[in-house]
């Protein structure tokens, strides 16, 4: 610290070698109201484009898990050309399926939570997270998408359409500039 020219300290101002103490002299300003200076920005107020996507968000998750029991019982079991492939001998082919299935509906649901739940508190790394994951959701579903049509099974077909469907609109509602406008 330094010292007044009476010789008394002075508090408002630091001795040589020691940080500056006011938010002008080239550190962050403090946001008023913490201790210590420093918290988190307010939000910026929910569009109505984030509350679109955040709804998308739990249609595409609902319409995963349903076309997931389709495929259980619908799907056919082999695809043509390649019929007794990763079979295993003495092992039940449904039972090996809902536990897949089963499986695959609970790693889907976590992956859809790890989107909406930093999306619903207006974080940008979920919507970053959300376009990856989305992007190859609908890769991979165009992909089955023409395997399930080409293998002759119209419903799996019809519900993974819907899903790609719902999938693209997600992408094309999370490109607009309302819920980039939304998140911090």
Known sequence: MTQNPDGSPDPGRPGPGQPPRHPGAGGPPPWPGTPGGMTVPPRPPMTVQLRLLLRLTLVSLGLSVLNSVIEVFAAPT????LDGFGQVPGLQDTGLALVATLFGVLLTAGLYALVY???????????????VFCSLAVLGDAFSLIVYLLGGSLLVGLSTLLLVAVNVLWLVVASKPGVRAALR
Do not use: D, S
């Not at 082999?78 to 050309?81: A, D, K, M, S």
């Not at 207006?122 to 970053?128: I, L, P, S």
């Open 78 to 81: 082999t695809i043509p050309g």
């Open 117 to 131: 739940f930093p999306l619903r508190e207006q974080r940008q790394w979920g919507w970053v997270l959300g376009l």
